[in-house]
C-alpha cells in the first residue's frame, strides 16, 4: 500500500436511499481491502458517527458479498440533525 493512502477508513451512506449505494459500499470495501486499509461501516450515517460505539464496526470482505440484491443502503442512513450543530460535530470527531 502506498505511503500517502490511509490506513484506516469509515464508510457512511448519507441522504435517501438510491439504486446503486450497495454496490458503491461493496466497491469502496473491497478496494480499500485489497489495498491494506482497515474498513469500517458507520451505520445510519451521519446519526451513527455521532452515537459511535456499536454503530461503528469492522467490515470485511465476506460482510460485502451478499448485498447487491438487497436494497437501500444496507449500513442504513438517518437524517442527523445533531451534526448540524458545533457540539454534534465534535462527538462525532471524537
Known amino acids: 500500500m502506498a505511503s500517502n493512502l490511509p490506513t484506516s477508513i469509515g464508510v457512511l451512506t448519507s441522504g435517501g436511499d438510491a439504486q ?13 481491502l485489497h489495498q491494506g486499509a482497515a474498513v469500517h461501516a458507520i451505520f445510519e450515517g451521519y446519526q451513527g458517527m455521532v452515537d459511535g ?24 442512513t438517518a437524517r442527523c440533525p445533531a451534526f448540524r450543530e458545533r457540539e454534534g460535530r465534535r462527538r462525532a470527531a471524537r
Open 20 to 32: 446503486g449505494m450497495n454496490a458503491a459500499v461493496r466497491a469502496v470495501v473491497r478496494s480499500a
Open 53 to 76: 460505539g456499536d454503530r461503528i464496526r469492522s467490515l470485511s470482505w465476506d460482510d460485502v458479498g451478499s448485498i447487491l440484491h438487497r436494497g437501500g443502503t444496507v449500513i442504513g
